[in-house]
């Protein structure tokens, strides 16, 4: 790195002076203080630049992640050569960057009378500003951002307020939204839980590794034909951020192994973090609720044999079990700063699963009631972490919190808008889940506190486009699924999952409603606007146009005859390259009148 600096910086022509290209002012280059002054003023304008604007010299001055240090930009001269870049300083950390420039240099000299004023230059100058750039240059070698990946349990796409949601409030989290983006057209990879998360670990379709339900009991997941657990060699984002300086730490809810009798499970710190707290479904040190209803004298206790999976074990009233969660996750993130290291912290609270225990004081009527008071309280807890990123400025600069939930809502508790389907289901309702991010210091300002409605992506993108925002490489020996959308993420793109997205339910979830009455299909693809359902044969299609009816009200099939061939052919492939469940075998068992009735009412 210091190489290449130094022959990129022997190809810039020093100017005698410095202009903010932000507030315009002229500082000499002397004037330090002046600098680094114009710089705080103008923090937030140029901290927006983005990694992309980097050609030519500027691409060999700046290394990965060192926009993340932009307190401001200064213009000290031009690259004469072909790629006219000009060298853009940043006063409080001396570092410099590259960004192409029209035939002007920073100092207003138009480019003919370039070679003429070059020959004035003061080569003192330039030896101050290589002294003074080295050194930063280390330092954000070693800056990378932060990220709080912040995972809700059962909660449904409606069910923000920011999102639509008049029935309750969540202003911590609508804060965020306003600081941030939110996007309305991202998906989760499974409509049920533990493969949710296992996408959202790995980067990868969670059917490579067997998990395609909720993690049960050893017979049952021997029955659904489920891994037990996560096997600890997929490839892990915790793991590889913490192979490149971050401390990593998983605070609630895990269910990639150890729950019920399977107390054999790894522990969490084997996918590569450094800590970890987590509830009744996880090994290692947890939260176990305790329970209080209006009338109770005394507080009850539920899933105590979960002490088997592991302690210490810290027992509390469920209704406050997600500001424990942050609780644990406030002095990991402070220890970070205090070690210089940047953090990625889990935060996955068991809040909205069922059963609802709310406050006694905010107790209410009936199963909506019970899960609306839950969900305002876990937005209260959530601010406590929220207040602290956000009033410390180190943090605020250079973090990313990422808000979304692991599939579609309970019926009856939560909503999912527009949308049809639940929890479970391949619907749109089951597996389109809210996404709120976060991070002040790096989403581009014309994006803030808009939505984005165009790109279309999932939870397994999230792992290469983390990697992306923190300037880190894809290992060698993994290959994902996701696709980097950081520039997405960031507010400076609109772009979407290439590919199309696939979907296969849950082995034991063949049917939903009263008596099972409702029989689901077995998967599903997004391609486009395109949305297609069928069975596992390719059999009784459903095709809706999402642009036109997102509801999937309507099934078209019988007009786009190409449209369902082509689909079908690439789901039932994608299907056949995935390890199979028991799927199969239990629909039949489940629905053994299955043939000749239709799917679901249109």
Not at 98 to 110: E, I, Y
Not at 324 to 344: C, R, S
Not at 408 to 427: H, V
């Amino acid at each position: 790195m210091i190489r290449g600096t130094i022959r990129g910086a022997a190809n810039i022509a020093s100017a005698v002076s410095l202009k903010c290209f932000v507030s315009g002012e002229n500082l000499e280059a002397p004037d330090t203080a002046g600098i680094r002054a114009c710089c705080r003023e103008n923090a937030r304008e140029c901290r927006r630049r983005s990694v992309r604007e980097v050609a030519g010299v500027g691409r060999a001055l700046m290394p990965a992640g060192a926009n993340r240090h932009f307190a401001g930009l200064m213009h000290t001269g031009i690259h004469p050569d072909a790629s006219r870049t000009a060298l853009s300083v940043c006063g409080e950390c001396q570092l410099a960057t590259g960004r192409v420039v029209p035939r002007h240099t920073a100092s207003g000299v138009p480019w003919p009378e370039f070679a003429q004023w070059k020959k004035g230059l003061n080569m003192r100058l330039f030896c101050l500003l290589v002294v003074l750039l080295l050194p930063g240059l280390l330092a954000a070698a070693e800056s990378r951002p932060n990220i709080v990946m912040v995972f809700i349990d059962d909660m449904g796409w409606g069910d923000f307020s920011c999102f639509g949601n008049t029935d309750a409030k969540t202003p911590n989290i609508d804060r965020l939204a306003a600081e941030g983006l939110r996007f309305s057209q991202f998906y989760v990879n499974s409509p049920i839980c533990s493969p949710s998360r296992c996408a959202l670990t790995t980067g990868q379709y969670p059917q490579r590794w067997k998990i395609t339900s909720f993690l049960n009991n050893r017979a049952d997941n021997e029955r659904r034909g489920v891994a037990q657990w996560l096997d600890p060699s997929a490839p892990s984002l915790a793991r590889i951020l913490k192979q490149h300086g971050y401390a990593t730490g998983h605070f609630g809810k895990w269910h990639l192994g150890g729950q019920r009798d399977v107390d054999d499970a790894p522990p969490i710190t084997n996918y590569g973090f450094d800590a970890s707290l987590t509830n009744f479904e996880g090994m290692g040190p947890k939260l176990l609720p305790l329970t209080l209803k209006p009338g109770d004298t005394e507080p009850g206790k539920i899933w105590s044999d979960a002490v088997r999976l592991g302690g210490p074990v810290t027992w509390m009233q469920r209704s406050q079990i997600t500001g424990g969660f942050v609780d644990a996750a406030l002095p990991f993130m402070k220890q970070a700063a205090e070690d210089n290291k940047p953090f990625y912290i889990n935060l996955w609270p068991d809040d909205v699963h069922s059963p609802f225990w709310p406050p006694v004081d905010k107790w209410a009527d009936g199963k909506r009631g019970l899960y609306l008071s839950v969900l305002e309280e876990m937005d209260r807890q959530f601010g406590k972490l929220f207040d602290h990123i956000g009033s410390t400025p180190a943090l605020r600069d250079n973090t990313l919190v990422l808000i979304c939930s692991d599939n579609g809502p309970e019926p009856g508790a939560g909503s999912a808008g527009p949308f049809r389907g639940a929890k479970a289901q391949l619907y749109e309702g089951g597996i389109r889940s809210p996404l709120v991010v976060w991070g002040p210091g790096l989403i581009a300002r014309d994006s803030v506190g808009k939505e984005n409605a165009l790109s279309v992506f999932a939870a397994f993108d999230l792992p290469p486009s983390i990697l992306g925002v923190a300037g880190i490489a894809r290992p060698a020996d993994v290959t994902f699924d996701g696709e980097d959308l950081s520039a997405t993420l960031l507010g400076r793109e609109a772009a979407s999952h290439r590919a199309p997205l696939f979907w296969r339910r849950p082995p034991d979830r063949k049917t939903a409603g009263p008596m099972g009455g409702v029989i689901l299909p077995d998967l599903a693809v997004r391609d486009g606007n395109w949305k297609l359902l069928c069975n596992y044969d390719g059999s009784e299609p459903q095709l809706y146009d999402l642009a036109a009816d997102p509801a999937e009200s309507s099934n078209i099939a019988a007009e786009h005859g190409e449209v369902v061939r082509t689909l079908t052919a690439a789901v039932v492939d994608w299907n056949h390259s995935m390890p199979a469940d028991n799927g199969p075998a239990l629909g039949e068992v489940n629905v053994p009148a299955r043939r000749g009735r239709r799917p679901t009412p249109n």
